[in-house]
């Protein structure tokens, strides 16, 4: 993986598997021991094999990102497994916005890794460039479709007041049917609980990779 073209595509295989395995072989956030040594198919047990089995299936460069420490818990790890299955292949909201709602986690984490790879997706998608530069520099986008903004003002209302108004959830269900209200509430939680386990194991980007976020921004 030596160009952005082949990185973007590995990300692309990785993400079958719910979740874009291509942060194997990341650097821990400081210079100390990691906190999770990376593991290899190896050196699992035999309650981790069928989950690294699977990982591996749909990941050319093996078990990485939040894969890493949760194989560590394996029935926790199946059962992450398949939820992320779900939500990144299988849920009723469009793609271009689910990997938005996923990017709107990401920046409220400041989450190197979500934001490394789930930005290049969200493009891919068809989430406008400006939308995705204005996120990252911690603004509310400023010309956002119908969609794009009731996904930002849901998600963000949720996330940071603990609840959705009356006025934010009638925009929602003006543009989503009940499932899909659902479905995005779910994959923001979901990308908390992934940021959070990122920041725990202390995952950042692949090593010659700029992180995105960088140290005294907003």
């Known amino acids: 993986m030596h160009s952005a073209t082949v990185w973007l595509s590995s990300l692309t295989l990785a993400a079958a598997g719910g979740w874009l395995a291509a942060t194997v072989f990341s650097a821990p956030a400081t210079s100390k021991e990691p906190r999770f040594p990376q593991l290899t198919m190896e050196q699992l047990s035999d309650l981790q094999k069928p989950l690294g089995e699977q990982i591996m299936k749909v990941s050319s460069v093996g078990i990485g990102g939040p894969y890493n420490p949760m194989i560590r818990s394996p029935v926790l790890g199946q059962r992450l497994y398949d939820l992320f299955y779900y939500l990144r292949w299988q849920t009723s909201v469009p793609t271009r916005l689910n990997e938005f709602a996923i990017l ?7 989450s190197q890794v979500e ?6 997706l969200a493009a891919k998608a068809g989430l406008p460039p400006d939308v995705i530069a204005e996120l990252k520099a911690g603004n509310r986008p400023s010309k956002m479709a119908d969609d794009e903004a009731v996904v930002y003002d849901f998600v963000t209302e949720l996330t940071t007041t603990k609840k959705v108004s009356d ?23 979901n990308y908390v609980m992934v940021a959070m386990i990122l920041a725990m194991a202390e995952e ?5 990779k700029e992180e995105p976020f960088k140290v005294g921004e907003k």
Not at 115 to 120: G, L
């Open 167 to 189: 006025e934010t959830f009638a925009r929602a269900k003006k543009i989503f049917n009940d499932q899909q209200i659902v479905d995005l509430t779910a994959v923001a939680g």
């Open 104 to 110: 709107i986690i990401g920046r409220q984490w400041r």
């Open 204 to 208: 950042t980007v692949p090593p010659g």
């Open 115 to 120: 934001w490394f790879a789930h930005a290049p």
